[in-house]
């Protein structure tokens, strides 16, 4: 489970994002947050700390904290590289995500793919391809690999919308993490077909494993984004 500065921070920055909070105004008191949250007001501190080093907000001495005008710009295709909530809900404030299936289908694991997602050889899973737009635009193609009895019932709709709400909310998991690798690839046949990439193209690859709240694998995949189309937030707090 997140530290209580992180879920706090995540529920300010939703709130930033769905415009609840004014631009134009500063953000309320840290008092005023602390007894909304009910925690103290170091933890309100530590949580606008970690909204100031993402780019989000600045302090004005005496005045308050405030939202950064430009943080949208700044931010509109990149990724945070702690934490994992799905294309639909990482965007869902930046504009409309739709997805277009490349495959679906069931089979067992390699070797490789058992390690990842902790299974045995005759653990079946499902193995899906999906092009996630942005307002119509191609920002990702995931390569996606979930054990069938952590998952069960998934079908097309659900990938067509959202894996992660039918997970959550359906399925009452809760995901804890992620673990992330990310790397440069040039262009695979998939990558130029339907992320528009030219061969030259370089492609950034996030390769992860999702796991859930015991630390059981739930997802193991590989997600490509164009280069003018990606980038990792890494937060360090020292």
């Known amino acids: 489970m997140a530290a209580k500065y992180i879920l706090i921070a995540r529920e300010i920055k939703q709130r930033i994002l769905s415009q609840q909070y004014s631009a134009s105004e500063p953000l309320p008191d840290q008092f005023a947050l602390a007894a909304e949250f009910s925690t103290s007001r170091m933890t309100i501190q530590q949580a606008m700390r970690q909204l100031i080093v993402e780019g989000l907000v600045y302090t004005r001495q005496g005045q308050g904290t405030f939202i950064r005008k430009n ?3 700044l931010t509109r295709w990149d990724l945070p ?9 990482t ?13 679906f289908e069931l089979r067992f694991p390699n070797e490789k793919e058992q390690a990842s997602l902790l299974l045995g050889p005759d653990d079946p899973v499902y193995d899906f391809i999906r ?3 942005l307002e119509g635009e191609p920002m990702s193609l995931e390569f996606t690999l979930m ?12 990938l067509e919308s959202s894996v992660f709400s039918y997970v959550q909310e359906s399925l009452a998991l809760k995901i804890m993490g ?15 077909t339907y992320l528009n990439c030219e061969p030259t193209d370089p ?7 999702i796991y859930l ?20 937030i890494v937060v360090n707090n020292g």
């Open 71 to 73: 943080f949208m710009q």
């Open 81 to 89: 590289g702690s934490d994992y909530y799905g294309a639909t809900k």
């Open 91 to 103: 965007w869902e404030n930046v504009g409309q995500v739709t997805s277009k299936i490349i495959r």
């Open 131 to 133: 092009l996630r737009l």
């Open 147 to 158: 054990p069938v009895n952590l998952v069960p019932g998934l079908n097309r709709s659900h």
């Open 178 to 192: 992620s673990y992330r690798v990310v790397r440069a690839l040039k262009p695979g046949e998939e990558d130029q």
């Open 203 to 209: 492609v950034l690859e996030v390769e992860q494993v």
């Open 213 to 232: 709240e015991d630390g059981t694998p739930l997802e193991y995949a590989h997600c490509h984004y164009r280069y003018d189309h990606g980038g990792v």
